[in-house]
T-cell receptor
Framework: GAGVSQTPSNKVTEKGKYVELRCDPI?????LYWYRQSLGQGPEFLIY????????DSGLPNDRFFAVRPEGSVSTLKIQRTERGDSAVYLC??????????????FGEGSRLTVL | RKEVEQDPGPFNVPEGATVAFNCTYS??????FFWYRQDCRKEPKLLMS???SGNEDGRFTAQLNRASQYISLLIRDSKLSDSATYLC??????????FGTGTRLQVFP
């Protein structure tokens, strides 16, 4: 389809394991965002890419979290030594240019991460 | 204090009612404002932008009060299909979108 695609849709892992979550944005969208959302909360900003570079990574909670977008398209969010508190839905969104200049963010359906 | 605050609700209203939500933001440098809608276990989707002069889209009206740092969303003639969580979104000058917790609306027959 033409929308934002995220894989896996569900991931169950054990505490201490490494996890990768993938986001395939809408073709031609230069801006890509990662958010995470816990039950009953709004999406919490993690990181924003403009092209290949991380324009703002101030939302990454600690150095266990890392994200890349090497070719300015697909992005991978990497979580090392997962903890139970990392359990959430990880949402990816893309935009034509950027939230303010491009206006609308288009979200994927999310990757639900459960850390046991 | 969170940068964007909303009453989580739920707001339970009958069909046909008018309902209003407010959202306050703490950073006066905030530049752009939006309302997103999120259905249960679905991704957020843009409902409407919020302009300084206020704007209307069918049954939905959004307003911005910069002096008091709040935005509002008014829904007239509520439909069952309006049941969802409404997320207030604020952007500063860095293109980072900050979401509120969301206000849950439940419209009943």
């Amino acid at each position: 389809g033409a929308g934002v695609s995220q894989t896996p849709s569900n991931k169950v892992t054990e505490k201490g394991k490494y996890v990768e979550l993938r986001c395939d944005p809408i073709s031609g969208h230069t801006a890509l965002y990662w958010y995470r959302q816990s039950l009953g909360q709004g999406p919490e900003f993690l990181i924003y890419f403009q092209g290949t570079g991380a324009a703002d990574d101030s939302g990454l909670p600690n150095d266990r979290f890392f994200a890349v977008r090497p070719e300015g398209s697909v992005s991978t969010l990497k979580i090392q030594r997962t903890e139970r508190g990392d359990s959430a839905v990880y949402l990816c969104a893309s935009s034509v240019r950027g939230g303010d200049r491009g206006g609308e963010l288009f979200f994927g359906e999310g990757s639900r991460l459960t850390v046991l | 204090r969170k940068e964007v605050e909303q009453d989580p609700g739920p707001f339970n209203v009958p069909e046909g009612a008018t309902v209003a939500f407010n959202c306050t933001y703490s950073n006066s440098a905030s530049q752009s404002f939006f309302w997103y809608r999120q259905d249960c276990r679905k991704e957020p989707k843009l409902l409407m932008s919020v302009y300084s002069s206020g704007n209307e889209d069918g049954r939905f009206t959004a307003q911005l009060n910069r002096a008091s740092q709040y935005i509002s969303l008014l829904i007239r003639d509520s439909k069952l299909s309006d049941s969802a969580t409404y997320l207030c979104v604020v952007i500063r000058n860095t293109d980072k979108l900050i979401f509120g917790t969301g206000t849950r609306l439940q419209v009943f027959p």
